[in-house]
Structures are given as C-alpha cells and as structure tokens.
C-alpha cells in the first residue's frame, strides 16, 4: 500500500487526473440512489424470534427494553395461531411471536401450534419468513420452573435453538440458575436478566445481561438473520460492529471484482453503487433511516474526497500504461486492491462518523448534515 501511494503522490498525472474529478462526482450523483438503497435494505433482511414463558415474567419488558421501537406495546399483534400473536413495526427488520396461555397447563396445545407453525414455514423455502430462534422466560424472582416448561424447552428445542431466560433477576444466587441449566438439556444456554433498574427501598438494582444475551442470540441465529437482528437491537454495540464488519468486508470484495475488470476511465462510476450501496447498509445497521435525502446529503458533502478516491484510482491506471511491460493483467490486480482498499477505508470512515456524531446527539435524532461533517474529517484522516 505504502508504495502505491508513494507512487501516486509524485508525479504530474496527478493534476491532469484532477480535473476529471469534477466529472466523475457528478456520474456518480445522478446514480439511482433510490434503487440501491432499496436494494441494500432488502439485504438485511429479517429475524423472526417466538418469546415464551408464564404470564406476568417480563417477556414485553425485556422485548422492549432490547428492540428499538416499542415493539410490545405499541404494535398491535397479528394473530398467527391461537395463542401466538406477531408483533412488527414498519421498517424494524425485527418480528416477535409473543405467545399466550402458558398457564392454563395447555403447554401442549401451544407446543403442537408451534411445530406446526414453524414446519409450514420451514416449507416456505424464504428464509426471510423462517422462525429462527426462540427466547423462553422464566422468572428468576419467583425462583420455580415446571415440569411442563422443562419438557417444552426441551422438545421446542429440536425444532429451533431455543435461549432460556431468567427474568426479573435480583440477587446473585446461582443456585435456581444451576438447577435450570441441569434441566434444561437442549437449551443454548441459559442467560440471567433484569430488563429494567429495579427500585428497592436501599437503592436501586441496575439492569443488566441483556447485551450478553444478545451477544450469544447474534452467534447462535443463522447466518441469514444476523444483520437483522444487529439492526433491530439496541443494547449491544459489539454486534453492531461485527454486522458492519460483515458488510464492508462483502462491499470489499464486490469492489475489487469491478476493479479488477478493465473498463477504461469510467469504471470509477461502477465502483459508486458498491460504495453507496454499503453505506446504506451500515445506516440501516447503525440505524438510522437509509432514505434517499440523508444518503444524498451524505455523498454530496463528501463529493470532494470521495472524487479525489476516484482520481486516486485513475491516477494509478493512468501511471501503469506510462510503464512499458504492466500490461492490463498488472493494470487489473492493482486496482482490485486499490478499489478494496478504498472501499474498506470509506466503510469504517463511515461508521467512525455515525459513531461519533450519534454519541454527540445522546441519544437525540442524529441528522445527515453532522454525519457528513464528521465522515469528510474520517474520510481525511485515510492515507489512499
Ligand atoms: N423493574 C423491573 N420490572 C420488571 C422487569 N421485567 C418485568 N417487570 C415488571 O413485571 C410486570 C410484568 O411484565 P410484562 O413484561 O408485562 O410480562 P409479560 O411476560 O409480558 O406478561 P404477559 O404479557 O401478561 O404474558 C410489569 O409490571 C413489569 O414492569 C424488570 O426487568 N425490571
Ligand atoms: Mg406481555
């Protein structure tokens, strides 16, 4: 890398490459940023959770306080079967099957309801509308587990990984968690919880587990899911990060297949919908609303340094057909690794920007113009 730029820093071609950069913003704006992010929304795709346990256990609280959006309260369910109810809300890539009745020792009617549910839809064929895991809650206050929630653990979990929950956890005894984990064989695992502070008379006891349960949700859901789930959650960052990994790690190499196709000059333009197209992506993952004016706003402000990446790319091109012998076979594997590098550079200045610019709003709307200015000093701060 340090060599190629050393190259590209000392001759002329530079200036004359420049002057096209003009140019080549502007084919890069009339692009159909509409499309792409449509396109790279649709990607993300969708993560289907079924939450189950007793009346009263804190499964509402717990999806409420891990999904953004309110999901439990606001959305109003949609009837699945009779007694498992589907809770979605517009642009959230997260659905919850929140089941009911638990109690009225009908485990098994619910048991024989989700089998069957989730068979139908394994028979679908789209993984989108696939259950992909199940969350069973048990109360870690009042400290009691049956037999009939034992046996349904159990067998749920030859169908889908299911995730043992213990809610409402207030002290730090292990002791009904060990019980819970020798019984429940089949289960991934059995995570302790408290979804909200809880207040006693001496002070209060902070939340906390939702990130480790999060954490392990992220590695035992298929792959399929994952983006999803990092997209709807809002407690853990570290998974945040790896779905962002993910992305720019793919835009790397779909960037590096166009790069290593010669197309003279105006092959700057195909890199752009690879690039626009996994902005989109980790806006939604961060997100954010990945709408055409926040996008728009975005790229235009960055226009500048995003065209002198494009020149920089040129440049090395256009220095390769000065030196005789480096044909386009040399041509071509220098700019798939320039255009890798330049697209993995632009991703993490990318998310650098919406990381600092979102922990400057606290917690407030993030908007476009504060993203941008942040993304042209990261976008700065990178050697091409
Ligand atoms: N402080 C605190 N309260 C909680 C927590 N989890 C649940 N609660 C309380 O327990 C009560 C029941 O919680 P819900 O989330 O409604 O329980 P649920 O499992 O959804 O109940 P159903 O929808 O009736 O099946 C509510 O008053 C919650 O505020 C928690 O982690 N911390
Ligand atoms: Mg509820």
């Given amino acids: 890398?340090?060599?190629?730029?050393?190259?590209?820093?000392?001759?002329?071609?530079?200036?004359?490459?420049?002057?096209?950069?003009?140019?080549?913003?502007?084919?890069?704006?009339?692009?159909?940023?509409?499309?792409?992010?449509?396109?790279?929304?649709?990607?993300?795709?969708?993560?289907?959770?079924?939450?189950?346990?007793?009346?009263?256990?804190?499964?509402?609280?717990?999806?409420?306080?891990?999904?953004?959006?309110?999901?439990?309260?606001?959305?109003?369910?949609?009837?699945?079967?009779?007694?498992?109810?589907?809770?979605?809300?517009?642009?959230?890539?997260?659905?919850?099957?929140?089941?009911?009745?638990?109690?009225?020792?009908?485990?098994?009617?619910?048991?024989?309801?989700?089998?069957?549910?989730?068979?139908?839809?394994?028979?679908?064929?789209?993984?989108?509308?696939?259950?992909?895991?199940?969350?069973?809650?048990?109360?870690?206050?009042?400290?009691?587990?049956?037999?009939?929630?034992?046996?349904?653990?159990?067998?749920?979990?030859?169908?889908?990984?299911?995730?043992?929950?213990?809610?409402?956890?207030?002290?730090?005894?292990?002791?009904?968690?060990?019980?819970?984990?020798?019984?429940?064989?089949?289960?991934?695992?059995?995570?302790?919880?408290?979804?909200?502070?809880?207040?006693?008379?001496?002070?209060?006891?902070?939340?906390?587990?939702?990130?480790?349960?999060?954490?392990?949700t992220y590695e035992i859901v298929p792959d399929i899911a994952k983006a999803a789930l990092a997209a709807s959650q809002k407690v853990n960052d570290t998974i945040t990060k790896k779905a962002v990994d993910k992305i720019i790690a793919v835009a790397a190499s779909s960037a590096a297949a166009v790069g290593a196709t010669p197309i003279p000059f105006s092959d700057a333009v195909l890199l752009a919908p690879v690039q626009i197209g996994m902005m989109a992506s980790i806006t939604k993952v961060m997100q954010m609303d990945a709408d055409r004016a926040f996008l728009t706003t975005l790229l235009s402000s960055a226009a500048g340094v995003l065209g002198a990446t494009i020149t920089g790319r040129a440049v090395v091109r256009g220095l390769l057909k000065c030196i005789p012998g480096a044909g386009s076979v040399i041509g071509g594997t220098i700019s798939a690794v320039t255009a890798s590098l330049l697209t993995t550079g632009m991703g993490y200045a990318y998310y650098n920007a919406v990381k600092t610019a979102q922990a400057s709003a606290k917690g407030g709307e993030t908007n476009a113009q504060s993203v941008a200015e942040e993304f042209k000093k990261e976008l700065k701060k990178i050697k091409f």
């Fill in 1 to 216: 890398m340090n060599k190629i730029t050393d190259i590209i820093k000392g001759p002329k071609v530079i200036q004359e490459q420049a002057q096209n950069l003009e140019e080549m913003a502007d084919s890069a704006k009339s692009l159909n940023i509409k499309k792409i992010i449509d396109e790279a929304v649709e990607k993300i795709g969708q993560v289907n959770i079924i939450i189950a346990g007793k009346t009263g256990v804190g499964k509402s609280t717990l999806v409420n306080a891990v999904f953004k959006g309110n999901l439990a309260e606001t959305g109003v369910g949609k009837p699945v079967t009779q007694t498992m109810k589907e809770y979605s809300k517009e642009g959230e890539p997260v659905h919850i099957f929140d089941t009911k009745g638990f109690e009225l020792g009908n485990a098994l009617t619910i048991r024989q309801e989700l089998k069957s549910e989730i068979e139908k839809r394994k028979k679908l064929g789209d993984t989108k509308k696939q259950i992909h895991l199940a969350w069973f809650c048990i109360s870690n206050d009042g400290k009691r587990v049956e037999k009939a929630e034992i046996e349904f653990i159990n067998d749920l979990a030859k169908d889908i990984p299911v995730v043992v929950v213990l809610t409402k956890t207030l002290d730090t005894s292990l002791d009904f968690y060990n019980v819970v984990k020798e019984e429940c064989v089949e289960a991934t695992n059995v995570i302790r919880v408290l979804a909200l502070p809880y207040e006693t008379p001496i002070g209060t006891i902070p939340a906390f587990g939702l990130e480790e349960l999060v954490e392990h």
